[in-house]
């Protein structure tokens, strides 16, 4: 018996919405901390702290709903996959493939935090880095803890909402339906339509570092070229994750990565 297109409709609702909610954790954590900074405009200084974070979450929100909203418009027709998507729409997590593809995502988050240190240190050679203010290291110790729920929740999860099913789903699916037109058959994106969307989408994920990166030192050319590269590196290792496992996979990767940081950045702190 087929499904009723309100049935799909209303399934496909579930799944962009679950999806959403998810990205909101991420959202709500960078809006906690946005919103000191939004309370030192005079004019806002007074309002209460609820419309103050919805103040500092309103722009990311919108940014979300509409990136989820395409990933979930081409993702599944390119067969790149979600587990909670699956979950949301077909009551079907799939915990086995998820538990037994955590250990590689493990594995390729720590992997790249190593080859993206190896990089930086071959760009230091090169680009001069503006050294902020000196901090004691107890001061250098609680601004990084203070970074872990952004780096674990934001980063982890409502980047790679963002970028990979928002934004490497709808250029591979945009590539396919052109190559589509000169080819007979729905045949399935090649690898070199997949590749092509990897490698623009995480590039497009170094340049999204260039604001934050910015408000920390001049973005002069090669330090432009550094923040890209060394982002877009390991954008293509979470990339390539969310290709051959799942988006959750490439999210645990994202995570483990920043795990990787903050603990190694910590131990440099501790011992220097």
């Known amino acids: 018996m087929s499904t009723s297109p309100t049935a799909n409709w209303r399934t496909t609702l579930r799944g962009t919405v679950s999806l959403f909610l998810l990205g ?3 959202v709500l954590v960078v809006a906690v901390s946005v919103v000191p900074t939004v309370r030192m405009v005079p004019e806002l200084a007074r309002l209460p702290y609820p419309l103050l974070l919805l103040l500092a979450a ?3 929100t919108v940014l979300l ?6 990933g979930t418009l081409t993702a599944p027709k390119i067969n790149l996959h979600s587990h909670v998507f699956s979950w949301a729409t077909r009551d079907d997590f799939q915990w086995e493939t998820f538990r037994t593809s955590v250990p590689q995502a493990v594995g390729v988050g720590v992997s790249l935090f190593i080859v993206a240190t190896l990089l930086d240190v071959v760009f230091t050679q090169f680009v001069a880095i503006e050294t902020a203010t000196a901090l004691s290291d107890a001061e250098s110790l609680r601004a990084l803890a203070e970074s872990i729920p952004i780096r674990l929740f934001y980063g982890g999860i409502t980047e790679e909402l963002l970028i990979r099913w928002g934004l490497m789903a709808p250029i591979a699916w945009v590539i396919w339906r052109v190559q589509s037109r000169n080819t007979t058959g729905s045949n399935p994106p090649t690898e070199t339509t997949m590749w092509a969307a990897l490698v623009l989408s995480s590039v497009l994920f170094g340049v999204g570092h ?3 990166a910015a408000a920390t030192s001049s973005l ?3 330090y432009v070229v550094r923040i890209v590269s060394l982002n ?4 293509i290792g ?3 994750l969310y290709w051959h496992r799942s988006l959750e996979t490439a999210m645990i990767a994202h995570m483990m990565f920043h795990v990787t940081l ?3 950045s910590a131990t440099l702190i501790v011992l220097t």
């Open 24 to 26: 909101m954790v991420g």
């Open 210 to 212: 260039l604001p934050a």
């Open 232 to 235: 877009a590196v390991v954008g």
């Open 58 to 60: 309103v722009n990311s």
């Open 220 to 222: 002069t050319l090669p």
């Open 238 to 240: 979470f990339g390539w």
């Open 262 to 264: 903050v603990a190694f």
């Open 65 to 70: 709903a509409v990136f989820v909203t395409l």
